[in-house]
């Protein structure tokens, strides 16, 4: 027998008494002594705050049994005109109308696509966020274009505005911006910073399958939008992405970006332009596709329940929540917080500790350092440990002098909830008990 189950009874009771002197402290002098009396952290030997077991997470079964029955019956896997990858994009469509969109291999695919379809040329420079994951600036290096990181803001994790002006030099020519954890950023004033410098804008969309800004889907309201379909974000094939462009002069120029620079939309026959070879086959596109009629229902719960988990963590001692504008939805790949250190009598690695130890799915930090304190970057090592572009004299980037204090701050103070689909109210409810419950335990 699992001793979990063998404790739950008790732990389960211990937990609800609790809640209940807690609930019943105003009025009542016993329990309000009860309830002044802090809780015996789970890390102490106390009963834990989460009770209920993860819900395991069914993430596929019947629809894409049958769209990959359906594949098998096909004489051809290729991706053109296949009907798998033609399902897949119109489903895409729906959730994010735009009119021209390639399937590809992954999401860092989707973003070298992206870099090269709109043009940026070798010693241009792409302003970008340090901390997300290195597929974002793969294209960028690949196309011998310069990754230009610039700060964030400190509870949204995303790109801020005002520093990226900052960085905008003669050489600018894009912004890839990142929505961390599906939490949109702030693309009005990334839009006119934009127009105004004459920028591409491509918005890396891997972890926001399903946001929405304002109203609209995310990936809509810049010139380049990229997906991934990676086995760990919220819809997949195991590895996969779209590319996609309401822009008519980039829109069709995806297509043979991702497929070795043959122009199957023209003439076809001749290799106009030096591309490789990003492209998604028929299996991958027949669970893609399925997954994509998912998208919506995933995305209503995750926001549904992140939501709930900063209501229910609002006010608590020692943290600072993600902030996501009410008229925004994240798709909450993961719910972000930051510890205030001068307000706790431990570190974060304790802290957290004690959370997980309430039985709730935390883990500290996320990446260990900003995309630019990597040794690929500190070495300058992208071609056989060389960097052409900066023997030619074409950029006098020095990554070993980059600073993005905000960012390299956010990696050291932060920590991760899961929150998924397959979570109830109630579970969530007692994720934010356990943090309150350290919180409280810690708070100076
Ligand atoms: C996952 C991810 C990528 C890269 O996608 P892959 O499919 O793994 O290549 C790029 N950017 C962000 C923000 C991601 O989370």
Known sequence: MNPDENLSRREF?????????????????????????????ALHGGAKAVVERLPKLVRWGGPEKG????????DTLFYWKGPQTTLLLDRFRKICPLPQAMSCSSGTAALHIAVAAAGIAPGDEVITSPITDIGTVIGVLFQQAVPVFADLGRNTYNLDPADVERRITPRTKAIIAVHLAGNPCDLDALKSIAARHKLVLIEDCAQAWGALRGGKPIGTEGDVACFSLQNSKHVTCGDGGVVASGDPAIGRKLQQFGDKGMDRLGKGGLFETFATNYRMSEPQAAVAAAQMERVESIVETRSRLGRLL????????GVELPRIRDEDRCSFWFYMLRVRPEALRCDRTEFVKAIAAEGAPASEGYIPVPLYGNPVFQNHGFFAGRWPLKEMGLTDMDYTKVSCPEAESILKTCFRLTIHEGMTESYVRSMAAAVRKVADHYAS
């Open 13 to 41: 009771l211990a937990a609800s008494s609790i809640a209940l002197g807690a609930a019943a402290a105003v009025g009542s002098k016993a329990s309000a002594a009860a309830a002044a009396e802090p809780a015996k952290l």
């Open 67 to 74: 769209r990959l029955d359906a594949m098998l019956g096909q």
């Open 310 to 317: 900063s209501d229910e963590l609002a006010g608590v001692k």
